[in-house]
């Protein structure tokens, strides 16, 4: 397998859905910080693993707030509930550079999912955190954000993003 890299512009991984991550050892966590240092090194707070080639339901996030690390790896993620509450943010894409579009989401997740060593856990998340796990979690689905806005801005978008490969 070649190291991953991060994909810049639009490729057809992006609209699969990523498998179910089965075993848990050196491999994947070597995986896992391997996607670490490609998100620190473009300047994001999020990452799926088909963002960088690989068709795995491992996505991290890391708000970095005030500058602090914070990782949270996702691996095997399933949002279990969504508030009617909704928020809107802007979002976009460290494959997509300069685009971006505010996209409207519940403004508070539940969500279960393992670490990368096994672990069961579920979170609550609300306001930003909530939009990026969404996020990211889409990219896992075979969903990009552009598809969460009106078909008129969607393909405004998308045109742009096919350019930019």
């Given at each position: 397998?070649?190291?991953?890299?991060?994909?810049?512009?639009?490729?057809?991984?992006?609209?699969?859905?990523?498998?179910?991550?089965?075993?848990?050892?050196?491999?994947?966590r070597?995986?896992?910080?391997?996607?670490?240092?490609?998100?620190?090194?473009?300047?994001?707070?999020?990452?799926?693993?088909?963002?960088?080639?690989?068709?795995?339901?491992?996505?991290?996030?890391?708000?970095?707030?005030?500058?602090?690390?914070?990782?949270?790896?996702?691996?095997?993620?399933?949002?279990?509930?969504?508030?009617?509450?909704?928020?809107?943010?802007?979002?976009?894409?460290?494959?997509?550079?300069?685009?971006?579009?505010?996209?409207?989401?519940?403004?508070?997740?539940?969500?279960?999912?393992?670490?990368?060593?096994?672990?069961?856990?579920?979170?609550?998340?609300e306001?930003?955190?909530?939009?990026?796990?969404?996020?990211?979690?889409?990219?896992?689905?075979?969903?990009?954000?552009?598809?969460?806005?009106?078909?008129?801005?969607?393909?405004?978008?998308?045109?742009?993003?096919?350019?930019?490969r």
């Amino acid at each position: 397998m070649t190291e991953p890299a991060l994909i810049r512009g639009f490729d057809p991984i992006f609209r699969k859905k990523a498998a179910p991550v089965t075993v848990f050892d050196a491999d994947l966590r070597r995986t896992v910080d391997r996607l670490y240092e490609i998100l620190y090194a473009a300047g994001g707070i999020g990452l799926g693993a088909n963002m960088v080639g690989l068709l795995q339901r491992i996505a991290i996030v890391d708000l970095q707030p005030g500058g602090v690390r914070t990782p949270l790896t996702l691996i095997n993620p399933e949002i279990t509930w969504m508030s009617e509450e909704r928020q809107t943010f802007e979002e976009a894409s460290l494959c997509f550079p300069g685009i971006g579009a505010p996209v409207t989401r519940p403004a508070a997740i539940r969500l279960t999912y393992r670490d990368a060593d096994g672990a069961e856990w579920r979170r609550e998340a609300e306001g930003w955190l909530a939009q990026v796990i969404q996020h990211e979690v889409d990219y896992l689905d075979g969903i990009l954000f552009p598809d969460r806005l009106s078909r008129l801005k969607r393909d405004g978008l998308m045109k742009k993003i096919r350019k930019i490969r």
